[in-house]
């Protein structure tokens, strides 16, 4: 499963038109964010990317979960957001 990384900095239009594109090919994509900013963005493009994949009969769910991460030799938690056709 690919997984996309998302920062308070991403863009939702360009981070959902990269889940809809890796959904349409693959199936299923994982998104990654720390922290709360990121967070935010990401859920912003899954919402996005639902309404993209919908006009062609794709309906999009997410399901959470907590994943480590290390960042800079630290280990980190971050939100995992799996998201996948119903």
């Given at each position: 499963?690919?997984?996309?990384?998302?920062?308070?900095?991403?863009?939702?239009?360009?981070?959902?038109?990269?889940v809809?594109?890796?959904?349409?090919?693959?199936?299923?994509?994982?998104i990654?964010?720390?922290?709360?900013?990121?967070?935010?963005?990401?859920?912003?493009?899954?919402?996005?990317?639902?309404?993209?994949?919908?006009?062609?009969?794709?309906?999009?769910?997410?399901?959470?979960?907590?994943?480590?991460?290390?960042?800079?030799?630290?280990?980190?938690?971050?939100?995992?957001?799996?998201?996948?056709?119903?």
């Open positions: 499963m690919e997984i996309l990384k998302v920062s308070s900095k991403s863009a939702p239009n360009s981070v959902a038109g990269a809809a594109g890796v959904i349409r090919e693959s199936g299923a994509v994982e990654q964010a720390v922290g709360a900013g990121a967070t935010n963005q990401a859920i912003k493009a899954i919402a996005i990317a639902r309404g993209y994949l919908a006009p062609s009969g794709i309906d999009a769910i997410c399901t959470p979960a907590f994943a480590s991460v290390t960042i800079d030799g630290e280990e980190r938690t971050a939100i995992k957001l799996i998201v996948e056709p119903r």
